[in-house]
C-alpha cells in the first residue's frame, strides 16, 4: 500500500498547492473553479469529489482539507456513511458478482482514502458509529480479494494503536491535574514538603530548556487537527436542530496545551517571589531568562513567551530592587524578540526563520519549530471569523478553508518531529507537577519581599494576609 506523504509535501512554494483539480471533470456539478483552483461547492458535490473512482483519486491537499473543514456542516461519522454508500453503490462492491478487475482498481484508492483518514484524524474514530462504517466498508473490499485483508487489518490495529496512546495520555493528564495543589496551601500544611527550588533540582538552565520543549512536543503531538476547527465551531445555517459538533469532547488536548502555558507561567513567578533574599531572586531571574534564551536557539517559542509572561507578571515586575540586581540586556533582547507590535512582527519573522531551517533540517533538534501557540488559536479564530462559512448561493466556502488547511498543515508538520533530547526523570516531574502560587499567593509573596509602596497596595496587602494566612 502507499504510505502517506509528509505534510510538509502539500506545500509549493507559494503556499498552498489547490491547482489540482483537472484530473477529474465536474461531472457531479456543483463545483464552482477558478483559473484551475476550486472556490465553493455545494456539500453533496464537494462530498462526491472526495470519493475514489477507478480512473480518479482526490488530491491529498483536498483530502485534508475536506476531512478538516466539512465538520463545520455534517458529523464526521454522516460524512463516513455518505462515503461508504457512494463507494459500494458506485463501483457496486456489494454485488455477488462484483468484477474483481474492477475491484483491483479501486480498493487501493478507497484503502488509501481510509488510510489518510484514520493516520490525520484518529479521533473521529473514537465514535462507534465511524468505527462501525469503517469496518463495514473495509469487510466489503477485504471479501472481495483476499490480498487487501491484511491491508485492512493494518489500517485497523494502527488507529487502535492511536487510540490507546490517546486515552493514556489523557489519563495521565488526569492524574496530573488531579494531584496539583496551591503551593500556599502545602507550605502551611507541609512546609518541608517544598524545600527545593528548580535551581535546585536542575542548576543547568539549557538542560532545563530542553526538558521543557520535551513537555512541548508531547502535548504538540496529541492535539488533533481538528481540535482547531471545533474549538470555534458554530451553528451552521443550514443545519436546522442541532450543532454540529455538541456531542464530542470539543478541543481537550488543545485546552490541555494552554493550560500548560499558564502554568509554566505561574511557575516561573512562584520560583522567583519564593526566595526570602533578594540576591536568590536576582539568581533566580538570570537563571530564567538564560532558559528563555535556549528555548528561543531551539526554536521552542511556547516556553519562551511563557517564561517572558512571568517575569512580566505584577508580582514579579515590582520587584524593582530585586530587578537593580540583574543585567537585564539579555531580557531586553528576549522582550524585543516577543514584543506584540505590528501584530507580533519581530516574532512572526523569527518563527519564519526557525520554519525555513526546519525545512532544510538535517538532524531532528534543527526540525524543531514550537509556535507561540495562543497567537496561532488567535491567528485561526480571527480567519474564521473574518470569512463565512457559506456564500449566499449557499455554497461551502471553500477558499477560506484552503487557507485554514495551510495554517493547520504547517501545524501538522511541526507537532510531528520527534524530540531530541533525552528525558530527565527528576526535571521532568518537577515542572509538571510542583505546587505554584495563584495570582493572590504571588503578590502576597511579592509584599513580604518587598514591603507597599502606596495606600493601595498597602490595603491590598494587609487584605491578603488577612484572607490567605488568617493575620492582621
Not at 468484477?99 to 473521529?124: C, G, H, M, S, V
Amino acid at each position: 500500500m502507499p504510505q502517506t506523504p509528509p505534510f510538509a509535501a502539500m506545500f509549493d512554494s507559494s503556499g498552498y498547492n489547490r491547482n489540482l483539480y483537472q484530473a477529474k471533470e465536474d461531472s457531479c456539478g456543483g463545483l464552482y473553479y477558478h483559473e484551475n483552483n476550486l472556490l465553493s461547492g455545494s456539500l453533496e458535490a464537494l462530498i462526491q469529489h472526495l470519493v475514489p473512482t477507478v480512473d480518479y483519486y482526490p488530491d491529498r491537499t483536498y483530502i485534508f482539507t475536506f476531512l478538516l473543514s466539512s465538520r463545520l456542516f455534517v458529523h464526521p461519522y454522516e460524512l463516513m456513511a455518505k462515503v461508504c454508500h457512494l463507494c459500494i453503490e458506485q463501483q457496486r462492491l456489494d454485488e455477488p458478482t462484483a468484477d474483481k478487475n474492477r475491484l483491483r482498481k479501486i480498493a487501493p484508492k478507497i484503502l488509501q482514502l481510509l488510510t489518510e483518514w484514520t493516520e490525520t484524524f484518529p479521533y473521529d474514530f473514537r465514535d462507534e458509529r465511524m468505527m462501525r462504517n469503517l469496518k463495514e466498508l473495509a469487510h466489503q473490499i477485504a471479501s472481495g480479494d483476499e490480498m487487501y485483508r491484511k491491508n485492512v487489518q493494518q489500517i485497523i490495529q494502527n488507529l487502535i494503536r492511536k487510540l490507546a496512546s490517546l486515552s493514556q495520555y489523557e489519563e495521565v493528564l488526569a492524574k496530573i491535574n488531579a494531584s496539583s495543589t496551591d503551593r500556599l496551601t502545602v507550605l502551611k500544611t507541609k512546609p518541608q514538603a517544598i524545600q527545593r527550588d528548580i535551581i535546585t533540582v536542575c542548576s543547568d538552565p539549557y538542560m532545563l530548556a530542553q526538558q521543557l520543549t520535551h513537555i512541548e512536543l508531547e502535548r504538540l503531538n496529541y492535539i488533533g487537527p481538528q481540535e482547531f476547527v471545533q474549538a470555534f465551531v458554530q451553528k451552521d445555517p443550514l443545519d436546522n436542530d442541532k450543532s454540529c459538533y455538541g456531542d464530542r469532547k470539543k478541543a481537550r488536548n488543545l485546552e490541555a496545551y494552554v493550560e500548560w502555558f499558564n502554568r509554566l507561567s505561574y511557575l516561573v513567578a512562584t520560583e522567583i517571589c519564593m526566595p526570602v533574599k533578594k540576591k536568590h531572586r536576582a539568581r533566580m531571574i538570570e537563571y530564567f531568562i538564560d532558559v528563555a534564551r535556549e528555548c528561543f536557539n531551539i526554536g521552542n517559542f511556547n516556553s519562551l513567551m511563557a517564561i517572558i509572561s512571568g517575569m512580566n507578571m505584577s508580582p514579579v515586575s515590582r520587584l524593582k530592587k530585586t530587578w537593580s540586581k540583574v543585567k537585564t540586556a539579555k531580557f531586553d533582547i528576549l522582550e524585543h524578540q516577543m514584543d506584540p507590535s505590528s501584530n507580533f512582527y519581530n516574532y512572526r519573522t523569527a518563527l519564519r526563520g526557525a520554519a525555513q531551517r526546519s525545512l532544510t533540517a538535517h538532524s531532528n533538534r534543527e526540525k524543531i519549530v514550537i509556535p507561540f501557540f495562543s497567537l496561532l488559536i488567535k491567528d485561526i479564530y480571527f480567519l474564521n471569523e473574518g470569512c463565512a462559512n457559506r456564500l449566499p448561493n449557499g455554497h461551502v466556502n471553500f477558499e477560506k478553508f484552503w487557507e485554514l488547511a495551510k495554517q493547520v498543515s504547517e501545524f501538522m508538520t511541526w507537532k510531528q518531529v520527534e524530540c531530541p533530547f533525552e528525558r530527565d526523570r527528576k526535571i521532568l516531574p518537577y515542572l509538571l507537577t510542583v505546587p505554584v502560587f495563584s495570582e493572590d499567593a504571588l503578590y502576597l509573596a511579592s509584599y513580604e519581599s518587598e514591603g507597599p509602596e502606596n495606600h493601595i497596595e498597602k490595603d491590598r496587602w494587609k487584605t491578603l494576609r488577612s484572607t490567605l494566612l488568617g493575620r492582621v
